[in-house]
């Protein structure tokens, strides 16, 4: 298993920047693919950026894409996610997540397979 911890989330104004930064502790070599999820008050949780767990193929929905990057520091076993242009709608908790199972993106909010989740980080962009 794994812990995931986030950090670095708090409040910019729009158009700034944040880096997010989610500690992985555990078995880590195993991990087949991580990602950030985003959830706002009276939304669901959507995710924002997966990467496959050797860093490869980064993948970002397009409301978030030419922004947001996605990487990993595999010797600090760190995850992170460097948020550029913020937006107010951008505004939400933010969680890192992790899984073993051969699966990534979306399919981590709906698989039956167990799914790691940090504790969230707030993010506020305010206009």
């Known amino acids: 298993q794994v812990q995931l911890v986030e950090s670095g989330g708090g409040s910019v104004q729009a158009g700034g920047s944040l880096r997010l930064s989610c500690a992985v502790y555990g078995y880590t070599n195993s991990l087949y693919c991580m990602g950030w999820f985003r959830q706002a008050p009276g939304k669901e949780r959507e995710g924002v950026a997966y990467?496959?767990?050797?860093?490869?193929?980064?993948y970002y929905p397009d409301s978030v894409k030419g922004r947001f990057t996605i990487s990993q520091d595999n010797a600090k076993n760190t995850l992170y996610l460097q948020m550029d242009s913020l937006k107010p709608e951008d505004t939400a908790m933010y969680y890192c997540?992790?899984?073993?199972?051969?699966?990534?993106?979306?399919?981590?909010?709906?698989?039956?397979?167990?799914?790691?989740w940090g504790q969230g980080t707030q993010v506020t962009v305010s206009s």
């Open positions: 990467i496959y767990a050797g860093g490869t193929n980064p």
């Open positions: 997540a992790a899984t073993y199972s051969p699966i990534c993106g979306a399919r981590l909010l709906a698989t039956m397979n167990p799914v790691f």
